[in-house]
């Protein structure tokens, strides 16, 4: 086990470093990078933006499907992304709430002060509108948002974002003075899947859902005018114009050419009949604007290749840091009760936050992308393997110890020769069982950029396509048990035969 540990470890911390620092370097090489929420609309704007840079010769990457409104403005802000489309009534409500802004020209000026500019209203508005099934406001008499007052007992559902937004439900309730009190958020994609169900009776629509006419929702009309106008506009940074000025007058050129009945043809097109919104997006700029581009359609046996690798660099890189950190860690607490407690108590607290919130937690520090993702499941990573180094070290039979001493061996020659191999069965449980919890949480990285399996798994629940959120899943639960599988042959190798023979194998 000694000469395996020696010869292996540094072979392995040599690996990460170059897995790691190629990433690093792959992500420089990439000077135009556009982004998008996490819902089909803005995907498909993404992706008009993606292939009118392209089609100028521009190196451009289309970041898509990072999550809500903070994240990517956040993003854009620290230079992690260049552009991303908007909505003027998310501007002004979310982005920029209570700077007292008035009109698109004010909220131009007061943007070009944090370097970030605003493109002309793509041409058409997206506003938030509160949709339920026709039947049911057809028999309950509910007309306008007003109405819902008299039905105290109806189910709400929205978008988790909207559920806190200043555009959202707190300020609509107020406003209206709604009774409501059944309220949960969920994903807006799955809303309509709880409208269908009777889970939930009433949610947020954007007014150019294709689900609206699709599932025969009636929309409530907004009698108090609570809601403003959300114009499609491209927020992007100034600099931008000095590095790719051909890029920006491309995207530029979506000014004032997007009707609202072409919007919802487009996602009508990407969430009813599955076409790629590449092609959605490609098929609209070639008809409306001439503009032949050419949509990168991988096969799904690319994307296989593609989300495994950056699966396994995310699992990779984070447990094999973790290993060589936690180790030490559970080391140095099973020598002091006092640093012990410390120790055991500070990753025991990493553990309670939850992981998507570490993960928003690291893109400030980090930004966007596969390096936030890494440092979160680095730090999920340490429990399991500080506590079983802590408690093997702790469980050998003071005999043994007080024979070793005896013997005159430093306490080095203890710990190597004689402490870590006894605890060894009890170490390598540790780490897998990091190594498992870290293949599932690694599927959340595709929320910040980080791909891997949850990408499919992501825009499965986006396009509610069941074959997507499997073609992520089923590797995801494939791969978790390959690791277990990795290591419980790991463990005949480092394991002494003995020990394993005392253990029954």
Request: proline content about 4%; charged content about 20%; glycine content about 10%.
């Amino acid at each position: 086990m000694r000469s395996n540990i020696k010869t292996g470890l540094p072979v392995f911390v040599l690996l990460t470093f170059c897995l790691f620092d190629s990433g690093l370097a792959a992500d420089s090489r990439i000077p135009f990078q556009v982004g998008s929420k996490k819902f089909t609309e803005s995907v498909i704007l993404g992706e008009m933006v993606t292939l009118l840079v392209a089609n100028q010769g521009v190196p451009v990457i289309h970041r898509d499907q990072l999550g809500g409104t903070r994240i990517l403005w956040d993003a854009l802000l620290k230079g992690d992304i260049d552009v991303y489309p908007e909505y003027t009534g998310t501007i002004t409500r979310e982005i920029l709430a209570g700077e007292g802004l008035r009109g698109k020209e004010d909220t131009r000026r007061y943007l070009s002060r944090s370097g970030i500019l605003m493109s002309q209203p793509l041409g058409f508005n997206n506003t938030y509108a509160l949709g339920m099934k026709e039947d049911l406001a057809e028999r309950l008499g509910i007309t306008k948002i007003s109405d819902l007052r008299k039905h105290p007992q109806l189910k709400l559902g929205f978008a988790n974002e909207f559920m806190n937004r200043q555009d959202g439900w707190p300020g609509l309730r107020q406003a209206y003075r709604l009774p409501q009190n059944d309220v949960r958020g969920l994903e807006h994609e799955l809303a309509y899947v709880g409208l269908l169900s009777g889970a939930i009776q009433v949610t947020d629509l954007y007014s150019t859902d294709a689900e609206i006419a699709y599932y025969h929702l009636r929309t409530l009309k907004d009698d108090l005018h609570f809601f403003p106008t959300y114009e499609a506009v491209l927020l992007y940074r100034s600099d931008l114009v000095g590095r790719w000025p051909k890029g920006v007058r491309a995207m530029l050129g979506l000014e004032g050419k997007i009707s609202g009945s072409d919007m919802i043809g487009m996602n009508e097109q990407a969430k009813i009949n599955k076409v790629p919104a590449s092609i959605a997006a490609a098929v609209f700029l070639q008809k409306e604007l001439g503009v032949r581009v050419q949509a990168k359609k991988e096969s799904r046996v690319q994307n296989f290749i593609s989300r495994t690798r950056e699966h396994l660099s995310l699992v990779g890189i984070s447990l094999g840091a973790a290993i060589v950190l936690s180790i030490p860690m559970g080391i140095l607490a099973a020598r002091s009760s006092q640093k012990g407690q410390i120790i055991l108590g500070a990753v025991g607290i990493i553990q309670t936050v939850p992981s998507l919130a570490l993960l928003v937690f690291m893109i400030p520090l980090l930004g966007i992308g596969s390096a936030p993702a890494i440092a979160a499941l680095f730090l999920y990573s340490l429990l399991p393997i500080v506590r079983n180094t802590h408690s093997g070290l702790q469980t050998i039979p003071l005999e043994i110890r007080e024979s070793a001493e005896a013997l005159g061996l430093s306490y080095g020659h203890r710990l190597w020769m004689i402490e870590l191999p006894l605890a060894s069965p009890a170490i390598l449980s540790g780490i897998k069982t990091s190594a498992v919890i870290n293949v599932g949480t690694a599927t959340l990285g595709a929320l910040i950029g980080a791909g891997g399996y949850g990408q499919p798994i992501l825009t499965g629940i986006r396009l509610d396509d069941m074959a997507l959120i499997l073609e992520g899943a089923i590797p995801a639960a494939g791969l978790a048990l390959g690791v277990q599988g990795i290591f419980d042959l790991a463990e005949r190798h480092f394991v002494p035969k003995g020990l394993r023979l005392a253990l029954g194998e």
